[in-house]
């Protein structure tokens, strides 16, 4: 049996993505040459520094900080996150909105749970159809597990705020 291996752009959105990998797809969601204009940088040299495929040159100190908090301002800054996380060690957790905590909110992080742990499921068992796992599919589910905790964490967070006990 044949082992498809995924694509840089497929590992990037099924998997944890390395720092430079995660600012490129950021910062080609948000437009290259609109980050570019919007912070006074130079078009050419912003878009060779945020090539993959040369090894040699990597975004500067002040283009990670300027694409991070264009990413952060546009709400896109989840694989950064997920890339910081993969360096430093640490998870990182999306908290739901204090002022808008109830049932309905309540019930739709209980569902997004049930969601996290179906899809890590089904890609347990897709990962085993060969039986072994590859490293992309590890990195999958490596993936899967982060969300499920960040989801289970959102939930008891959730519920917490809908009691109105506080964080801490």
């Known amino acids: 049996m044949s082992i498809t ?3 840089r752009i497929e590992l990037a959105q099924n998997t944890l ?7 490129v797809m950021t910062a080609k969601r948000q437009g290259i040459k609109k980050l570019a204009a919007t912070y006074d940088l130079n078009p050419q040299q912003f878009y060779n520094n945020l090539n993959l495929n040369d090894t040699d040159r990597n975004p500067t100190l002040q283009q990670f900080e300027l694409i991070t908090e264009y990413a952060r301002d546009h709400d896109d800054v989840e694989q950064i996150l997920d890339a910081l ?19 309905t909110e309540l019930f739709g992080e209980v569902a997004e749970l049930v969601t996290r742990v179906g899809k890590m499921t089904s890609n347990t068992r897709d990962a085993l159809k060969d039986g072994r796992v590859d490293a992309d599919e590890l990195a999958i589910l490596e993936k899967d597990l982060l969300r499920l905790f960040q989801s ?8 917490r705020l ?7």
């Open 5 to 7: 291996r995924m694509s």
């Open 17 to 23: 993505p390395d720092l430079k990998t995660a600012l």
């Open 85 to 103: 996380a993969l360096i430093t060690g640490c998870v990182w957790l999306p908290w739901p909105d204090a002022g808008e905590t109830g049932k």
């Open 152 to 159: 289970g964490c959102r939930l008891v967070e959730a519920a």
């Open 162 to 168: 809908f009691d109105g006990v506080t964080h801490g």
